[in-house]
């Protein structure tokens, strides 16, 4: 079983296609043994509780300075001993601590087809309101392992979208969860759980 924490910051509508892939064993292999949290309020905390999922909440917020939360972060993750971390809306920035400790075994989610729309300041509704600002007709979505930088791991899928006339950033974001995100990241961690994907040299095979 591929022990996964799974790590959130918001609606946790990415965790929610995770434990339902779980369930319906679309994922096999699998077990979320915890869901970390930044961010007390967020949604991701109840679907982890209904899901009898233990759920820690770490913010930056609550510690003197980063280093210190990294700190913290880094041991509270070496404590669980996951072999697979998942970024499913998690919008703090990965220790180098943590890259290091758990390399090729971190995979993030982020909404655009990188490296269009992507690294510092491009989360959530932003990357939309980018996309559509600069007036593209295709987006999409990426799953990438994730190292020191910003988005800037070895990439595992990507799936695009089509961007329609009149298109709002939240209409879009909606689409690109729908279409292509809440697909890519479970089959990305069945990929890892049943030993598909190999990462060498820093690409990403198919096995
Ligand atoms: C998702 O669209 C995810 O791709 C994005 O935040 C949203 C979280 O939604 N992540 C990033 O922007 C990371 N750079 P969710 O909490 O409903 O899964």
Not at 14 to 32: H, R, S
Not at 47 to 58: F, L, Q, S, V
Not at 90 to 100: D, G, H, N, R, Y
Not at 178 to 202: T, V, Y
């Amino acid at each position: 079983m591929l022990r996964t924490v799974v790590c959130v910051s918001g609606g946790g509508t990415n965790l929610q296609a995770i434990l339902d892939a779980v369930d319906n064993g679309t994922i096999t292999n699998t077990e979320i043994v915890a869901v970390i949290s930044n961010n007390p309020g967020a949604k991701a905390l109840e679907r982890a509780a209904n899901h009898n999922i233990p759920g820690i909440c770490m913010s930056p917020k609550d510690y003197a300075d980063r280093e210190t939360f990294n700190e913290a972060f880094t041991q509270k993750m070496c404590e669980l001993a996951p072999d697979l971390i998942v970024l499913a809306g998690f919008l703090v920035k990965i220790p180098e601590q943590m890259t290091a400790k758990f390399s090729g075994k971190i995979v993030n989610i982020h909404p655009s087809l990188i490296p269009a729309f992507c690294g510092v300041g491009y989360y959530g509704l932003k990357v939309h309101e980018e996309a559509l600002k600069r007036g593209v007709k295709v987006t999409g979505a990426t799953v990438h392992f994730v190292n020191e930088g910003m988005d800037e791991g070895p990439i595992i899928a990507q799936k695009a979208v089509m961007v329609e006339d009149n298109d709002t950033p939240e209409i879009l974001q909606r689409r690109v969860m729908e279409q292509a995100e809440w697909i890519l990241l479970p089959k990305a961690i069945d990929d890892i759980a049943n030993n598909r994907l190999i990462l060498k040299d820093g690409h990403v095979y198919q096995a």
